[in-house]
């Protein structure tokens, strides 16, 4: 499956973004999904996390409350509903079909899209 994110900018403190992460082929709703981002100086990280279906949600601690994930999988589409958004959520976002081992959630592929930046001003 190749994605597309896309929805990012640069926004003050406080405000909104919503992510979309648009994928090709006919397997999307087969794979349960993951947002991870990547600040500067630092390594990839788990932020988002959906099943196949929409049925289960799990977040990052530091997101947890403010970001909401979704997925229309009618139109092979992912989301992230950013709210509340702070300076430390800056970072390039991405999306990929995830696993989960217990709770913990780990991308599937090794190969990325080009993610989608997001820049929160103080």
């Known amino acids: 499956v190749q994605l597309v994110e896309s929805g990012g900018g640069l926004v003050q403190a406080g405000g909104s973004l919503r992510l979309s992460c648009a994928a090709s082929?006919?397997?999307?709703?087969?794979?349960?999904m993951g947002w991870y981002r990547q600040a500067p100086g630092k390594e990839r990280a788990f932020v988002a996390g959906?099943?196949?279906?929409?049925?289960?949600?799990s977040y990052a601690a530091s997101v947890e409350g403010r970001f909401t994930v979704s997925r229309d999988n009618a139109k092979n589409t992912l989301y992230l509903q950013m709210n509340s958004l702070k300076p430390e959520d800056t970072a390039v976002y991405y999306c990929?079909?995830?696993?989960?081992?217990?709770?913990?959630?780990?991308?599937?592929?090794?190969?990325w899209g080009q993610g989608t930046q997001v820049t929160v001003s103080s």
């Open positions: 990929a079909p995830s696993f989960t081992v217990g709770t913990v959630w780990y991308a599937s592929s090794g190969s």
């Open positions: 082929g006919r397997t999307f709703s087969s794979y349960h």
């Open positions: 959906i099943s196949w279906n929409g049925g289960s949600t």
